[in-house]
């Protein structure tokens, strides 16, 4: 047994994304052992939620919560409120919903793989991965007026419609992107240098990913088929619009990058097949209700399983809110991936995980 | 090999970056921008002050009973919850127009905050002074109104 070494990485960190901090206590370049600290961001969006705002404000403010997947809270906060005001949403505002929500995983997808490409010492990646991100990032503008807070599903339905020349926009980027996909996926399966950090770096095995709970393409990644889009078809009818679900094998980094690449495929497929089967209905169900009883939302973000809770009181302002976020289910599993990699590719790993750490501490 | 060649046709392309504050950048035709307001069209209903999300409309009101409309572009999420809210279309639209950045002087924080607070104010204070005329007026009309009947009775 060699000499141990502690050291810590964050909570400002170059390679780091966000406020997040850990412990790696370190033999010969291997991590042994780890520690995490991932509440540095804490901003009581759930007390605000539950004082300051009154329920339909609140979809604007949960849209705070993350920068990412701001569609994903806003879609969940509106589930759960129409739940507690028992009204049903128009199809159409349903078939929008699920196309924003696809256009946001992709762009989420492609920033994770930009920086664990970036994080590999891979910096040429990057750039071309985030070029190819910045037309979905216009997409979204074009659909929703703002390139970061979409602020698109309202209690009731959808903010605004879908124009035609928008429509035409989606389709003549999603068929030129097509062969940008393939690229890239080419690139993260064969490239020998990205290989040397993300091949058997920060595995977990399907067992380890059962016990511990993970969500999300970190979960299937490792084999796990877990997704809320397999499970529920309630709220939104993501069969019809063919969704099948994607899963790796070795848990690895280079098996989360292809599940993330193959989920990009997927999401291109939803995103076709809405735009082709787009139902002609209202955009929002009007409503005086009050939200009164409890309800709970299940929705796939980009990352996982979000989950949302909700209780009303027959007044304007909830009684409560509470958020838990897929990054939140993930942390016990991030501390074990470590074990037994190298020092080195740690900040792939931590890239990997894709976490969203104002989603968890709120 | 094949990468040599990508390297040198790389040379003869045109950067993809913008040069920002010189070029524009994408901006949609529907840009949810800064909110615009038509004096003339409103019936000062007071809804979009209740529905906007972060208070950035107030409206304040003078003892003679005029309103006026307030909008902070650096308070605003550019929602678009108050033009949904407003009964009278036209009277709130977007202009789809960027906002300019907020600087020291426009103190934002604090002096946004005293507005707000001053315009509640403002309102509160018209409505007592309306009360307290209304309940004068009342008074009054019932003086004559007994005046009257005593004449009448005598």
Same mark, same amino acid.
């Given at each position: %047994?060699?000499?141990?070494?502690?050291?810590?990485?964050?909570?400002? +960190?170059?390679?780091?994304?966000?406020?997040?901090?850990?412990?790696?206590? /370190?033999?010969?370049?291997?991590?042994?052992?780890?520690?995490?600290?991932?509440?540095?961001?804490?901003?009581?969006?759930?007390?605000?939620?539950?004082?300051?705002?009154?329920?339909? @404000?609140?979809?604007?403010?949960?849209?705070?919560?993350?920068?990412?997947?701001?569609?994903?809270? /806003? /879609?969940?906060?509106? @589930?759960?409120?129409?739940?507690?005001?028992?009204?049903?949403?128009?199809?159409?505002?349903?078939?929008?919903?699920?196309?924003?929500?696809?256009?946001?995983?992709? +762009?989420? +997808?492609?920033?994770?793989?930009?920086?664990?490409? =970036?994080?590999?010492?891979?910096?040429?990646?990057?750039?071309?991965?985030?070029?190819?991100?910045?037309?979905?990032?216009?997409?979204?503008?074009?659909?929703?007026?703002?390139?970061?807070?979409?602020?698109?599903?309202?209690?009731?339905?959808?903010?605004?419609?879908?124009?035609?020349?928008?429509?035409? %926009?989606?389709?003549?980027?999603?068929?030129?992107?097509?062969?940008?996909?393939?690229?890239?996926?080419?690139?993260?399966?064969?490239?020998?240098?990205?290989?040397?950090?993300?091949?058997?770096?920060?595995?977990?095995?399907?067992?380890?990913?059962?016990?511990?709970?993970?969500?999300?393409?970190?979960?299937?990644?490792?084999?796990?088929?877990?997704?809320?889009?397999?499970?529920?078809?309630?709220?939104?009818?993501?069969? =019809?619009?063919?969704?099948?679900?994607?899963?790796?094998?070795?848990?690895?980094?280079?098996?989360?990058?292809?599940?993330?690449?193959?989920?990009?495929?997927?999401? %291109?497929?939803?995103?076709?097949?809405?735009?082709?089967?787009?139902?002609?209905?209202?955009?929002?169900? =009007?409503?005086?209700?009050?939200?009164?009883?409890?309800?709970?939302?299940?929705?796939?973000?980009?990352?996982?399983?979000?989950?949302?809770?909700?209780?009303?009181?027959?007044? @304007?302002?909830?009684?409560?809110?509470?958020?838990?976020?897929?990054?939140?289910?993930?942390?016990?599993?991030?501390?074990?991936?470590?074990?037994?990699?190298?020092?080195?590719?740690?900040?792939?790993?931590?890239?990997?995980?894709?976490?969203?750490?104002?989603?968890?501490?709120? | %090999?094949?990468?040599?060649?990508?390297?040198?046709?790389?040379?003869?392309?045109?950067?993809?970056?913008?040069?920002?504050?010189?070029?524009?950048?994408?901006?949609?035709?529907?840009?949810?921008?800064?909110?615009?307001?038509?004096?003339?069209?409103?019936?000062?209903?007071?809804?979009?002050?209740?529905?906007?999300?972060?208070?950035?409309?107030?409206?304040?009101?003078?003892?003679?009973?005029?309103?006026?409309?307030?909008?902070?572009?650096?308070?605003?999420?550019?929602?678009?919850?108050?033009?949904?809210?407003?009964?009278?279309?036209?009277?709130?639209?977007? /202009? +789809?127009?960027?906002? @300019?950045?907020?600087?020291?002087?426009?103190?934002?924080?604090?002096?946004?905050?005293?507005?707000?607070?001053?315009?509640?104010?403002?309102?509160?204070?018209?409505?007592?002074?309306?009360?307290?005329?209304?309940?004068?007026?009342?008074?009054?009309?019932?003086?004559?109104?007994?005046?009257?009947?005593?004449?009448?009775?005598?």
């Amino acid at each position: %047994m060699g000499k141990q070494y502690e050291i810590p990485v964050g909570a400002q +960190h170059i390679s780091l994304l966000e406020p997040l901090h850990f412990k790696f206590t /370190t033999e010969n370049e291997r991590i042994v052992d780890t520690a995490a600290n991932v509440f540095y961001v804490h901003r009581g969006i759930e007390k605000a939620c539950c004082t300051k705002f009154k329920f339909r @404000q609140v979809s604007f403010v949960v849209g705070r919560v993350c920068g990412l997947c701001s569609i994903s809270h /806003t /879609t969940a906060y509106s @589930q759960v409120a129409e739940k507690l005001v028992k009204i049903e949403v128009p199809p159409r505002a349903k078939y929008l919903r699920m196309l924003v929500i696809e256009l946001d995983r992709i +762009h989420s +997808h492609l920033l994770c793989l930009s920086h664990v490409a =970036e994080n590999s010492g891979f910096e040429a990646l990057f750039m071309k991965t985030m070029q190819y991100r910045e037309a979905f990032m216009e997409l979204l503008e074009a659909v929703c007026g703002n390139r970061v807070q979409y602020d698109f599903a309202i209690v009731g339905g959808v903010a605004r419609d879908l124009k035609p020349t928008v429509v035409l %926009m989606i389709r003549e980027r999603m068929d030129h992107f097509r062969h940008q996909l393939e690229e890239l996926i080419d690139i993260f399966r064969n490239n020998w240098t990205l290989s040397l950090k993300n091949k058997s770096a920060g595995a977990i095995s399907r067992d380890d990913a059962l016990r511990l709970n993970v969500v999300g393409p970190f979960a299937r990644a490792a084999g796990l088929a877990i997704d809320v889009r397999n499970e529920t078809e309630d709220l939104l009818p993501w069969k =019809e619009v063919g969704f099948t679900i994607v899963t790796g094998t070795s848990g690895d980094v280079y098996a989360r990058n292809l599940v993330r690449l193959h989920e990009i495929e997927v999401s %291109m497929r939803i995103i076709e097949n809405v735009l082709d089967g787009l139902p002609e209905s209202a955009l929002v169900t =009007e409503t005086k209700a009050f939200p009164d009883g409890e309800a709970v939302v299940r929705i796939e973000a980009p990352r996982g399983e979000l989950f949302y809770y909700a209780k009303g009181n027959k007044t @304007q302002v909830l009684e409560r809110l509470k958020i838990k976020a897929p990054t939140f289910s993930n942390i016990s599993a991030m501390v074990e991936g470590f074990q037994g990699s190298e020092y080195g590719s740690a900040p792939a790993i931590i890239a990997s995980y894709d976490p969203c750490l104002s989603c968890t501490a709120r | %090999m094949k990468t040599f060649f990508k390297a040198l046709g790389n040379l003869f392309k045109r950067p993809v970056t913008v040069k920002y504050p010189f070029e524009k950048t994408f901006i949609p035709e529907d840009y949810r921008g800064v909110i615009g307001f038509n004096e003339s069209l409103c019936i000062w209903c007071h809804r979009c002050e209740s529905a906007c999300p972060p208070g950035a409309i107030v409206f304040s009101q003078d003892m003679e009973g005029k309103q006026r409309y307030y909008y902070n572009r650096a308070v605003c999420i550019f929602c678009e919850e108050c033009i949904r809210s407003c009964p009278k279309e036209g009277a709130l639209y977007n /202009t +789809h127009q960027p906002a @300019q950045c907020a600087v020291k002087e426009d103190n934002i924080n604090n002096g946004w905050n005293i507005l707000f607070e001053e315009a509640l104010q403002s309102r509160a204070a018209y409505a007592a002074e309306k009360k307290r005329l209304a309940a004068e007026k009342a008074a009054s009309a019932k003086l004559q109104a007994e005046k009257a009947a005593q004449v009448s009775k005598e």
